[in-house]
């Protein structure tokens, strides 16, 4: 004789326990992120600061306060907050995202969109262009 699950005698609490634990072992699927395009006063924007081990340290240094816990220790968008952002955060060691200029990354850690917060006013100019530098070393 088989024996089947009597729902009724469960509390409501002990149904939402269960039905938490079987949403959470499936994946939610992230968006893409959408085009982001740069003016092209950024986009032709020269990094002024030399991109040498003591910019890509400080660097470093930085992007591990601010950006790896949405974009991972190395860049690869598995920070332990990515699986709760909507949109994927990205792989900095892809080639399209290598291939953007130093301006384009300048511009888009100082303005941020979306989830992606900007730096601009918190952070130097001078160290957005050392978090660059490390980005550009991944």
Not at 57 to 64: E, H, I, M, R, V
Not at 90 to 105: I, M, T, V
Not at 108 to 133: C, F, Q
């Amino acid at each position: 004789m088989k024996k089947f699950i009597n729902f009724q005698s469960f509390t409501g609490f002990s149904l939402v326990v269960l039905m938490a634990l079987a949403l959470s072992s499936f994946d939610i699927a992230q968006e893409q992120p959408k085009p982001w395009p740069v003016p092209d006063k950024y986009e032709n924007m020269e990094n002024p600061v030399a991109n040498d081990a003591n910019s890509i340290k400080d660097g470093k240094a930085l992007y591990n306060r601010y950006c790896a816990s949405c974009h991972g220790k190395t860049g690869l968008g598995d920070g332990p907050k990515a699986r709760m952002l909507k949109t994927f955060s990205g792989d900095f060691s892809s080639d399209e995202f290598q291939k953007q200029s130093d301006g384009a990354l300048y511009y888009k850690t100082a303005e941020g969109r979306g989830e992606m917060p900007g730096y601009e006013g918190k952070l130097s100019e001078t160290d957005i262009w050392h978090m660059v530098n490390y980005m550009k070393s991944l």
